[in-house]
C-alpha cells in the first residue's frame, strides 16, 4: 500500500498482519479521492476505523489542515504513527487509540468530512452514524462517507437526520456519501460531486 497522490506521494505504508484489518485497495482509494478532490485542501479530516491511517494519510498529503485517526487496535495504532513519521505528516495530525463510538467526542475540531471504514457486516457504521447525528460538530457542510459491503443497507439514514447524495459502488463494496438533511428539502447535493 502507498500514498497515491500530494506531498507524499508514492511513499510506501506499513499495514497490519492478519485479518483485523482490510486496507482500502490503491484502485478504490484513488476513485474515492477523485470524487473528494475539491473538498480536501485546508479540511479537517476525521478518519474512523483508521487501520494503517492509509486515508487519512492521503488526505494530509493531498492538502487537508489536519487529521484525526481512530483506531482502537494498538498495533495499528502503533503503524499509524510509523506512517505518519515517514511521510512526514505527523505535525498536522492526532492519533486516538480508541473505540471510534466514543473517540468521536475528544475530536476538537469540527470535521469537514468524516470517513470510516468499520469491518464489514458488523453493524458498527449504524451506531456511529447515530453517535454523529446526536453531534453538534457535524454540520450540514460535513461530509461523511462510509465504505461498506455492497450489501449494506443505509435505509435507515433519513430517519437519523441524514441525507444519501451519492452512492459509488465496486465489486464487493461501496462508498455511501451523505450529510445531513438541509431545510431546503428542494435542494441537490449531489451536483456538488
Not at 488526505?59 to 494498538?74: H, T
Not at 461498506?148 to 437526520?161: N, P
Amino acid at each position: 500500500m502507498r500514498v497515491i497522490a500530494g506531498t507524499a506521494r508514492s511513499l510506501p505504508l506499513k499495514t497490519s498482519e492478519g485479518k483485523d484489518t482490510r486496507p482500502t485497495t490503491d484502485r478504490i482509494k484513488e476513485t474515492l479521492f477523485n470524487m473528494l478532490q475539491s473538498h480536501i485542501p485546508g479540511c479537517v479530516f476525521v478518519d474512523l476505523f483508521s487501520g494503517s491511517g492509509g486515508i487519512g494519510i492521503e488526505a494530509l498529503s493531498r492538502g487537508a489542515k489536519s487529521a484525526y485517526f481512530v483506531e482502537s487496535d494498538r498495533n495499528a495504532t502503533k503503524n499509524i504513527r510509523d506512517n505518519l513519521a515517514f511521510t512526514r505528516l505527523a505535525d498536522r495530525a492526532v492519533v486516538l487509540q480508541e473505540d471510534a463510538r466514543r473517540a468521536f467526542y475528544k475530536i476538537k475540531e469540527v470535521p469537514d468530512i468524516v470517513f470510516m471504514d468499520p469491518p464489514y457486516n458488523s453493524g458498527l457504521e449504524q451506531e456511529i452514524l447515530e453517535v454523529l447525528a446526536k453531534s453538534r460538530q457535524i454540520t450540514e457542510e460535513t461530509m461523511i462517507v462510509v465504505e461498506a459491503s455492497l450489501k449494506t443497507d443505509f435505509s435507515y439514514v433519513e430517519r437519523w437526520g441524514f441525507q444519501i447524495i451519492k452512492e459509488k459502488c465496486y465489486k464487493t463494496n461501496k462508498h455511501m456519501f451523505m450529510r445531513r438533511n438541509t431545510q431546503d428539502e428542494d435542494s441537490d447535493l449531489s451536483g456538488q460531486f
